[in-house]
């Protein structure tokens, strides 16, 4: 998409892809840090609120169809970045209160990751052409 449709030379996508890779770890850093104040479902809720709103963002930007980059990046850059309190906490509270099932239901919430993943990216195989 960057490439194709906003001319992105191919030399510069790294930067573009490390600067959300390093925002998604900066987050879950950052949220490493405020567990030892806060619960997980605390986070969790306040984190998809900022994900819902960037996301927002992103599709009313989307739909006015500039030919300008930059207005993308920042609601992408925040979805991307919260993604890195969303996943970890999201997890936890799925975890809490498996006790004996504990290894299952991590087993199933990876299965569900990685089929989600895998459905995705086959629907973008199939549509990407419109």
Known sequence: VFIKLY?????HYGWLFGSNAAGFILVAQVNARL???RQPAFLLARTVWVYLAAGVALLGI???HTEQLWPLLI?????IA??????PNASA???NGQGARAGSASAML???QFSVAAGAASLVGVLHDG
């Open 35 to 37: 567990l030892a104040k």
């Open 110 to 112: 990876g299965f569900l």
């Open 75 to 79: 609601p992408l850059f925040i979805c």
């Open 93 to 95: 509270c799925a975890m």
């Open 7 to 11: 001319g992105v030379p191919a030399e």
């Open 82 to 87: 919260s993604l890195g309190c969303i996943i």
């Open 62 to 64: 989307s739909a006015l």
